[in-house]
């Protein structure tokens, strides 16, 4: 095997890696989401981890992070405003990247 082939090699392990990580990332953030909009519903016990399950399923609708945003914005009242959600998203997105690092 040439040193091109063993870079090559390496590169796509980095990149399954990366892809793995992410997708571990994302769905982490949207755990954590579904526990953030739960505790906004009132939600207690099982009921949370139930939401938090339902919002990780949502995931997989469409391509993208729409329709994560839609199922939360349904459920919730309207005094959580569209920019809270997102911001909500972004900061676990963030907290859920780190934990999955660091693991």
Do not use: C
Not at 7 to 17: I, V
Not at 43 to 59: L, P, Q, R
Not at 70 to 77: A, F, N, S
Request: hydrophobic share 45%; no cysteine.
């Amino acid at each position: 095997m040439t040193t091109f082939d063993e870079r090559e090699k390496g590169f796509e392990r980095k990149f399954a890696l990366d892809e793995e990580q992410k997708f571990r990332a994302v769905a982490r953030r949207n755990r954590l989401l579904g526990e953030w909009a739960a505790a906004k519903l009132g939600k207690t016990g099982e009921d949370v981890t139930a939401y938090a399950k339902e919002v990780v399923a949502s995931d997989f609708a469409e391509a993208g992070h729409e329709d994560v945003f839609q199922k939360v914005r349904g459920d919730l009242p309207a005094s959580v405003s569209d920019d809270e959600i997102r911001a909500a998203m972004d900061q676990f997105l963030a907290q859920a990247a780190l934990e999955v690092k660091a693991s």
